[in-house]
């Protein structure tokens, strides 16, 4: 068997949300289906649901952090200063509003 190109398809990519204007990470999302312009994705945090309005999505190319483990908390590792990789993805971002 080669391998179950259909199994990582209904896994989805990974879409990173940004705030319009500061371009802050709200949060990540694995995805199987984008978003599309003036859609309302609404995010639930501590009970507490907020609506942001998509105005784009675009895709980029992503670097991520290879940084050493510095140490670490509970158990999760601590990174130092962000290091970005030689390497890039091409990740899909959505830029977002509040509704």
Excluded at 36 to 61: L, M, P, Q
Excluded at 71 to 88: C, K
Aim: charged share 20%; net charge negative.
């Amino acid at each position: 068997m080669d391998g179950q190109p259909e199994r990582a398809m209904r896994a989805g990519v990974v879409v990173s949300f940004l705030l319009e204007g500061t371009s802050e990470l709200l949060w990540k999302a694995r995805m199987t289906v984008l978003p599309t312009e003036d859609d309302v994705c609404v995010r639930i945090v501590n009970e507490v649901e907020t609506s942001y309005k998509v105005e784009a999505v675009r895709f980029e190319f992503l670097h991520p952090n290879v940084a050493e483990v510095i140490g670490y908390v509970d158990g999760v590792p601590q990174y130092g200063e962000y290091v970005a990789s030689s390497l890039a993805e091409v990740g899909p971002v959505v830029v977002v509003s509040l509704a």
